[in-house]
Structures are given as structure tokens and as C-alpha cells.
Nanobody, 114 residues
């Protein structure tokens, strides 16, 4: 069964940092582009960043220069280092392939507030 299990979220003050992790099960990680998505209250889920199997990356303009996506293929784990966090980064964050599969994990809440 395909599973994506996200962790590492929480409450942080503006300007702070968090590191998200996502462990993928099954044959859904190696060889695939993997991505982070987020859904803010009242908005649709949106792509944040992705990393190809070879390591090339893409970032949404809103996070470019502040977030870093990386992967550990030996551990089937995807990471998102988030620095200089802003209140508008508040959302539930999900990992999935890119393009995404139909199955989603529970996501992890990130709240940026003073």
C-alpha cells in the first residue's frame, strides 16, 4: 500500500525555521520526482517544490531562496528545509510524487505566527 507520512511541522515565529520530513512506502520513491505541496485555509493545494531523482530542483516563486528540498533515496525520505518563514507559509504540507498520485497522506500542519 502506498503511504506518505509527513512529520516535523509545528508552530514557529515569523523568521524562524522548520524542517519537514516525509517517508514514502512502497515503490513510489526511487526513480520518481518527489514534491512538497501545501494547502492554506480556504485555498487549493499548491505545489511548493520538487526534486527529480537525479537531484535537480524546482521552487515556487513564493518560497524561492527560503526553502530547500532534498531527498535521501536510501531512506525513501524527502525533506523540506524552511527558513525565514512568513505568516503566509501557514498551511498543511503534503508530500507526493510530481505529478501527484491520487493517494495523499494526512499532511503536517505548519503555523507561522507571533
Amino acid at each position: 500500500q502506498v503511504q506518505f507520512v509527513e512529520s516535523g511541522g509545528g508552530l514557529v515565529q515569523p523568521g524562524g525555521s522548520l524542517r519537514l520530513s516525509c517517508v514514502a512506502s512502497g515503490s513510489v520513491f526511487s526513480g520518481y520526482a518527489m514534491a512538497w505541496y501545501r494547502q492554506a485555509p480556504g485555498k487549493q493545494r499548491a505545489l511548493v517544490a520538487y526534486v527529480l531523482s537525479g537531484g535537480s530542483t524546482y521552487y515556487a516563486d513564493s518560497v524561492k531562496g527560503r526553502f530547500t528540498v532534498s531527498r535521501d533515496n536510501a531512506k525513501n525520505t524527502l525533506y523540506l528545509q524552511m527558513n525565514s518563514l512568513k505568516p503566509e507559509d501557514t498551511a498543511v504540507y503534503y508530500c507526493n510524487q510530481f505529478p501527484s498520485r491520487d493517494f495523499w497522506g494526512q499532511g503536517i500542519q505548519v503555523t507561522v505566527s507571533s
